[in-house]
């Protein structure tokens, strides 16, 4: 068994757990390239976000850098195979030639639909996917506000011996009605954003199903049930709060029902 360890300086190291040893080093940030005359810049940067694709034996991970990139390595040979460079949302791109136009990556996820798919999210609030074989962006969504974590909703087709909720009757929310396919729980992420809020969204289609509201400062960790119906939240306003997924995107549905009736 192996784990991948992000450091402070921009390094990652690749460990042996049980020998112990760093069976490979990667460095996310190219040095080669640095112009900047800034002191902190030379001192090197942190890694914000790590994820290590599970299926075929872990060969390849992907890290978040505080300079708007997300880059894919190989394993194996040590090399990096991808650098993903992440959009920005229009209000950072008007500003002036004097603010650095970058972005922090703080989530990187391997997507559980398809092995060749990344989804990132940045502190500009830009949910993206990657087509990691053609290093292009498929779609970008802005959700509002900084993104702190995203986590996969848990299958509850994949634990047989927990109780299941028929979510065949719900629609995506804001989608409309003639585009409306079927909600399946493996194909939906939580994102966590530093308004407080904990978004589920379908990363087939994009669409926004519902919203865990309630708390009054950011996010700071998700965690849920082993059938992905129950999430807890805990924030910087000092509240852990626990949510019903299905009756959030339940409820979310009936007022885009409401609302346009």
Partial sequence: KRIAVAYGDGNIKLFDLKTGDVLNTYTHYDKSNETSDNEETKLGLPIASLDVRSEGGGQILVSGGVNGIAKVYNTQTGKAIASLACPLVGSREAHSSDTPKTTTVEAVLFSKLDQNLIITGTLDGIVTTW?????????????????????????TKNN???????????????????????????????????DGVIKIM??????????????????????QSIDGNILISSSDDGDCRVYDVEKVISESERNITESNE
């Fill in 131 to 155: 087509d990691v074989s053609t290093h292009v962006s498929k779609n970008s969504v802005n959700v509002g506000e900084g993104v702190v974590k995203m986590d996969w909703r848990n299958n």
């Fill in 160 to 194: 047989e011996n927990q109780p299941k909720s028929d979510t065949s009757n719900f629609s995506a929310v804001g989608a409309s009605h003639s585009h409306i396919n079927k909600i399946n729980s493996q194909s939906q992420i939580f994102i966590a954003t530093l």
């Fill in 202 to 223: 379908d990363t087939r289609t994009g669409v926004i199903l519902g919203e865990c509201s309630g708390h009054n400062a950011g996010i700071l960790d998700i965690s």
